[in-house]
């Protein structure tokens, strides 16, 4: 495959859309549950066990997804227009109109918006590998693409106080889905200009079934997947609560706002530093580091308590930092993997068990978390005990913590302890030398 040439043009044009699609993500996984938790009366162990079913649904159809993008990788702008169109009329389905129960109308709208989700960030990681072989050049596409993704993360958690400001408060949503409606039009209409290298013959003609898909996955994929489940749990956890830890542990609702753009804009900020991190040291030990990093910050949120607004705030910046190298380093060592082992014919596929881990860890997470706390007695928006509050904050900090060292021990064991984690090209040519055994 020849490279193509990645200039400032060709990345707004490709990473754009990414941006509605974090816009849409952000009430999707996080403010959803609350919305109805408390404006519909639903408990959180009916939420957990209706979001446990529905993200198990979603990993689930993953595979099938990835499948479907590899026999379609020269129609890729037809499935985006198709998956945005319906992210954008669930969400906005989900927080304005209730036609049936609030359970049944959240499972339904649910479905529908994590489906297009899944197939909006397989497509996207799919095409990100078609577009270079280089490595280097694989995280500056991953880089730019999660940039806008932070960017439209920034806008999302701005938008509903900014329009409340102007607006009733009961139409907050419904501006909110027709800002998401006009991102996605954008998105769609700059990816349209963007010109790359269609899909090689050999990669057409190889029609792979999902099964054989699985197969063609190498041993350091699982492994990647591993570490990346772990670590997806731990994030995936307080991602469910920080609305409530916020709210009901900080007493500082009013700064839920300002607490998230401090996270995603750290993030942001931090992702040029990552990038060069891996470039000298190599991606696995720059996200052993940046793990590291999350545990160092964010095991000081379990021991603050009501008013401890400034303690906080630094725990989202030293966090955040972490974030940046999550969002981009993962995907970008699943590029080299693609690449070492000659599977792009599969490259969707590879991306939907990527995206498989992240749904099947956000699951997990609201199965344990949400039912746990209503156990302890926690009731949001509501006066709670010490022992509920206490329970909040372990799930909340304590927890991810011990999850994110565990993501530190594999990726040692598994790729930094056998030499891998160094320099990447080294991987790579490895990779080539061994490829007629995985192609």
Known sequence: MNSQAITGK???QYGFI?????????PLYVLA???????????LTLLGTLLLFIRAFDAIQDPLIGWLTDKLQNHFL?????????????????????FFSPAIWFSLCMIFAVSAYSVLIIVLGAQA???TTDTNAQTKIAGAREAFGIIGLVIAVSVPTLLSQWINTNDVYLWYAGILFLLMFFGIIFFSRLILPSATNATTKMQ??????IRALPIESWRLFAVYGVSMLASSIPAILVIFYVRDLLGAEQLTGVFLLLYFLSGAAAMPLWKKISTHYGKYKAWCFANILAVAGFIC???????DVWPYAAVCIVSGLALGADLTLPPSILAD??????NRACSGSHYAFLAFISKASLALASAIALPVLDAAGFKPQAVNSEAALATLSAAYALIPCVLKLGAVGLLYVFFIRSGSGGNNENFQNHGNNGSSHHA
């Open 10 to 12: 060709s990345l707004l």
């Open 18 to 26: 990414a941006l509605p699609v974090a816009f849409a993500g952000f």
């Open 33 to 43: 549950p609350d919305f109805f938790a408390t404006r519909y009366g639903l408990s």
């Open 78 to 98: 037809l499935l985006l227009s198709i998956a945005g169109t319906v992210l954008c009329v669930s969400i906005s389905g989900l927080f304005n109109n209730i």
């Open 129 to 131: 590998t078609l577009w």
């Open 208 to 213: 792979l079934s999902p099964l054989m898909a």
């Open 301 to 307: 949120a379990f021991f603050l308590n009501a008013g």
């Open 337 to 342: 993997h693609i690449h070492a082992r000659g």
